[in-house]
T-cell receptor
Framework: GQNIDQPTEMTATEGAIVQINCTYQTSGFNGLFWYQQHAGEAPTFLSYNVLDGLEEKGRFSSFLSRSKGYSYLLLKELQMKDSASYLCAVSNSNYQLIWGAGTKLIIKP | TAGITQAPTSQILAAGRSMTLRCTQDMRHNAMYWYRQDLGLGLRLIHYSNTAGTTGKGEVPDGYSVSRANTDDFPLTLASAVPSQTSVYFC?????????????FGNGTRLTVT
């Protein structure tokens, strides 16, 4: 089967750094996405990785290792508004998106 | 503001009744999707359309139907609702159907089937 694993919930402190991991087992790989979803709202696109390495975008960075089936989203200088769920999704060989259940990130002052 | 509009925002529906969830986008995206989101589960694809005039089944299509008469509209119909269809439904679109284009989501429809 195909599956995406991410931690259910994480807690971090305002101003700190947090890393949200995502491991995947899919039939083929055509890219990995990270989305942010605030409670009661729609998911919004954060990042896309298709090659190994780190992609940096402001306070957010996303890393991919295809050989390990592993990605992480790194959030720096955490702000209260970063409290949200973070969804990992992989595009498989058929270009179908396989979604993780999401990681709920709680930011404490 | 460009984007995707879903209606209604929420609905309580009696089991056995039918309902159409509306979705309209103004970005001229080719591909559109319907997902359901349930607690503890990843987004699950119900139906999709790679371009106007074509539709396809996703992971959980049973009990749902869609149509894509034009580029902008992609309604989802529940012919005879059951309690297990209680969920939050998201419509999404992407520039291409290649699976490597980011999805743009509507604000969702929260449906409760009683």
């Amino acid at each position: 089967g195909q599956n995406i694993d991410q931690p259910t919930e994480m807690t971090a402190t305002e101003g700190a750094i947090v890393q949200i991991n995502c491991t995947y087992q899919t039939s083929g790989f055509n890219g990995l996405f990270w989305y942010q979803q605030h409670a009661g709202e729609a998911p919004t696109f954060l990042s896309y990785n298709v090659l190994d390495g780190l992609e940096e975008k402001g306070r957010f960075s996303s890393f991919l290792s295809r050989s390990k089936g592993y990605s992480y989203l790194l959030l720096k200088e955490l702000q209260m508004k970063d409290s949200a769920s973070y969804l990992c999704a992989v595009s498989n060989s058929n270009y179908q998106l396989i979604w993780g259940a999401g990681t709920k990130l709680i930011i404490k002052p | 503001t460009a984007g995707i509009t879903q209606a209604p925002t929420s609905q309580i529906l009696a089991a056995g009744r039918s309902m159409t969830l509306r979705c309209t986008q103004d970005m001229r995206h080719n591909a559109m999707y319907w997902y359901r989101q349930d607690l503890g589960l990843g987004l699950r694809l119900i139906h999709y359309s790679n371009t106007a005039g074509t539709t396809g089944k996703g992971e959980v299509p049973d009990g749902y139907s869609v149509s894509r008469a034009n580029t902008d509209d992609f309604p989802l119909t529940l012919a005879s609702a059951v309690p297990s269809q209680t969920s939050v439904y998201f419509c999404a679109s992407s520039d291409s159907a290649g699976g490597n284009s980011p999805l743009h989501f509507g604000n969702g429809t929260r449906l409760t089937v009683t």
